[in-house]
């Protein structure tokens, strides 16, 4: 009886190893489908996006030099004539 | 804006429109107006509040050049300017025997957030746009001009052609492309118990700036940048021929007494001797 009792116990020991496995296995597959999936999708769908997002704003160094223009200085020469504008403290 | 507005160069009808753009900027920037667009963003300091484009689009060229500048030219000195006394249009305001306020430092510029539409300026704080509005206004009424001609606000002016400008404190110059401004200490002046204040405020004090200039023309590519640069290089002190030096843009300074001295890059392209 009770050698009937421990080899049904090893039974199911040995079952449930085996189903421990299968699952660790399955889910190492559904991981390593979805990677692979996701890495020929990124490199062969349009509108997947190959290397990394970059911002749309215009780069700091454009920005600094549009920036420097707003301040740019004006082109003045020697009067030739009598002055028909003036510019006065405002 | 306060001051008298001169065009050259355009008919009826150009003449009409800038006469309306200047009434429109005036109507939503001026400080001095309760429905302005500019007095309502100054009473919900410290709230988010949603601007129109022009607004932001003006506001956001202001900060630009605040950065620019180095924040010499900060359009955070609004509460500075009220606490000095500048509270009316400057043909109203008179002598008055009350004492100013204590005075009131800027914020500064960064720290007004600016998001498309959407502005919150710092609680207790004020702006004031007056200097970057006017001379953009006549950097755009320069532009309906149909031929060569220029456009001038209170002495900054925006050219189409060579235009000759009298200086200040004597002489004449070409202004050829861009514009030429002057900024100054004699114009914009009022008393508080007998003490003078004028409107170019130092932002870090919050004090009407102390320097040897009483006034400082620059040319510039645009009226903006001529007016801003002679903003900047009055607020800069003795130090304001080299900081316009060092951007390539022509400084003409008469200093308290009447003496006329001019940087490096006015002096190469006018000729006249530069000061050391």
């Known amino acids: ?90 | 804006m306060g001051c008298e507005i001169v065009v050259a160069g355009a008919g009826d009808r150009t003449a009409a429109a800038i006469r309306r753009l200047f009434a429109a900027r005036e109507a939503t920037f001026s400080r001095f107006r309760p429905d302005s667009e500019l007095s309502a963003v100054n009473t919900a300091a410290g709230r988010p509040t949603v601007v129109s484009a022009g607004f932001a689009r003006m506001l956001e060229r202001s900060l630009a050049l605040a950065a620019e500048t180095d924040g010499l030219v900060d359009p955070t000195v609004g509460a500075a300017l009220v606490a000095l006394g500048y509270t009316r249009d400057l043909s109203e305001l008179g002598d008055d025997p009350a004492p100013a306020g204590a005075p009131r430092p800027a914020p500064g510029w960064r720290r007004v957030e600016l998001c498309g539409r959407l502005l919150r300026i710092p609680a207790g704080s004020a702006l004031d746009l007056n200097g970057v509005v006017k001379s953009a206004t006549v950097d755009d009424a320069a532009a309906l001009l149909d031929g060569d001609g220029f456009v001038s606000a209170g002495g900054d002016l925006a050219v189409r052609g060579p235009t000759v400008v009298a200086l200040p404190g004597g002489g004449a110059v070409s202004a050829v492309r861009g514009g030429i401004a002057t900024s100054g200490s004699t114009k914009r002046r009022w008393r508080r118990a007998g003490e003078t204040h004028h409107h170019l405020v130092d932002p870090a004090t919050g004090r009407s700036a102390e320097t040897p200039w009483e006034a400082v023309t620059a040319s510039g590519a645009t009226c903006v940048a001529a007016d801003v640069a002679a903003r900047a290089a009055f607020l800069a002190g003795a130090g304001g021929p080299a900081w316009l030096d060092r951007r390539g843009i022509p400084g003409r300074f008469v200093a308290a007494g009447g003496t006329v001295t001019v940087n490096r890059s006015w002096a190469a392209m006018v000729g006249e001797p530069a000061c050391t």
């Open chain 1, 1 to 90: 009886m009770d050698s009937e009792r421990s080899s049904g116990a090893a039974r199911m020991a040995s079952a449930r190893r085996r189903a421990h496995r299968a699952k660790v296995a399955l889910t190492a597959a559904g991981l390593g489908c979805f990677a692979l999936g996701m890495t020929l999708v990124q490199g062969n769908v349009s509108g997947h996006t190959r290397r990394q997002a970059r911002p749309l704003a215009a780069p700091k160094r454009f920005q600094k030099a549009v920036r420097r223009d707003a301040l740019d200085g004006g082109l003045l020469a020697p009067a030739q004539a009598p002055p028909g504008a003036t510019t006065s403290v405002s």
